[in-house]
């Protein structure tokens, strides 16, 4: 099928993209530049453009890797470095939001030092577990979740913090380990009693999945792998999976319930899209070590099946196209999919560090950080 560029629209110079919003027919598009918060509407179909301040811009924060150190950089404003700090250690991890820093820093004697930073650099809180062998920092718009696996009941906790004041909102002790985030929502899961247990959390801090449910947690399409990957924190989810031994939930974060539970597939490692309209769920299923994108009806049987697809980041999944976006070390691109006698055929390319932003009907929405295009699939 031949694919046709409909329009362009230049993003605002000196800007980063901060986070990314669907509605009907727009896409909000939030970019962090170096002295505000700009809010970039666009409708999808016609191109139409809205650019408004939102705000002064929060902090951001980066972690350099050195040999023997991590220098950590604190941003307030694209391009504007608020303050540095270098951490030595085994391992350091830092999430910025809104006014604060979390920096997580993992000592050789299996330590791990919480600090809560300002933007002036002044620590707010600091607290040391100890016996700490496994840690992760995530952070939703406004929540900061740090959460460990230990040697010690006391030494598994999950810390929840407020990015807007810094508080410490919620200390849990002997529940976490590892942890997955998108624009509203952080999941932190670990084991209790033998299971997997999953527990999740909006904005405010509060549980949106009331004494936790079994499963490992997925959010398609942009973190399909229940371990976190970076990057997908910027994205609002509409679906959360809770990917079990022999179920999938599809689970709605705004009403608080399971709306619909599926047999697993077999082989399947992650979730890409689960459609309730057509009936279809799209996997990722490693078979004999190689990785596959399988769509099947909810009865069992294949719809199609993907070649094999090495160094996928995510997959956007809608009708017959496939928005498959992959890393291949120094470049990034987004390889556009048709689906055609149940297999994928390759349509196009475009590189490089292009990310796909949408797919609906026949309409793919594309950015490289400086320009959003869309194209249709004709």
């Given at each position: 099928?031949?694919i ?11 800007c ?10 727009y896409?909000?598009?939030?970019l962090?530049c170096?002295d ?6 666009v409708n999808?179909?016609?191109g ?7 705000g ?8 350099e890797?050195?040999?023997e ?7 307030k404003g ?10 030595r ?7 910025c ?12 004697n299996?330590a791990?030092?919480?600090?809560v930073?300002t933007g ?13 062998y ?24 999950t810390m929840l ?6 508080s ?8 976490g380990?590892?942890?997955v ?5 952080v999941f932190?899961?670990?084991e ?8 999740g ?17 997925v959010?398609?399409?942009?973190n399909?792998?229940?371990?976190k990957?970076p990057?997908?924190?910027?994205f609002e989810v509409k679906q ?32 890409f899209?689960?459609?309730?309209n ?8 490693q ?11 909810f ?10 697809i ?21 470049m ?17 390319s ?18 490289d950080g ?9």
């Amino acid at each position: 099928m031949p694919i046709r560029h409909t329009w362009s629209r230049a993003l605002p110079s000196n800007c980063s993209l901060d986070a990314v919003r669907f509605r009907e027919e727009y896409i909000e598009l939030r970019l962090y530049c170096a002295d505000s918060m700009v809010l970039y509407t666009v409708n999808f179909i016609s191109g139409k453009v809205d650019v408004r301040r939102i705000g002064e811009p929060e902090l951001r924060g980066v972690t350099e890797r050195k040999r023997e150190f991590k220098t950590l950089i604190c941003f307030k404003g694209y391009g504007n470095r608020a303050w540095t700090k270098i951490y030595r250690g085994l391992n350091t991890k830092m999430v910025c939001r809104k006014d604060v820093c979390v920096i997580a820093n993992l000592k050789p004697n299996y330590a791990l030092d919480i600090n809560v930073v300002t933007g002036n650099g002044d620590v707010l809180e600091s607290v040391t577990v100890g016996g700490v062998y496994h840690f992760e920092v995530v952070g939703s718009d406004n929540l900061i979740a740090v959460t460990t696996r230990g040697i010690r009941a006391d030494s598994t906790i999950t810390m929840l913090i407020d990015g807007s004041t810094g508080s410490v909102i919620d200390h849990i002790t002997g529940f976490g380990g590892s942890a997955v985030s998108s624009l509203d929502y952080v999941f932190v899961y670990g084991e209790h009693e033998g299971k997997i247990i999953t527990h999740g959390y909006n904005n405010d801090g509060e549980e949106i999945i009331p004494g936790g449910e079994e499963g490992l947690p997925v959010l398609p399409p942009f973190n399909p792998i229940p371990h976190k990957v970076p990057g997908s924190e910027i994205f609002e989810v509409k679906q959360v999976v809770l990917m079990g031994k022999n179920f999938l939930k599809l689970y709605n974060p705004e009403d608080y319930v399971i709306e619909y539970t599926l047999l697993k597939p077999p082989f399947t490692r992650g979730v890409f899209n689960i459609n309730v309209n057509n009936y279809t769920a799209a996997v990722l299923a490693q078979i004999m070590g190689m990785p596959f994108i399988i769509n099947y009806d909810f009865k069992g049987r294949v719809v199609w099946i993907s070649h094999i697809i090495r160094d996928t980041i995510f997959a956007i999944i809608s009708g017959d196209i496939v928005a498959l976006y992959v890393d291949y070390g120094k470049m990034r691109e987004t390889k556009i999919y048709s689906v055609k006698d149940k297999t994928l055929v390759l349509e196009e390319s475009f590189g490089p560090n292009v990310l796909p932003l949408l797919v609906r009907r026949s309409n793919i929405l594309l950015t490289d950080g400086r320009v959003v295009a869309s194209y249709m699939m004709e």
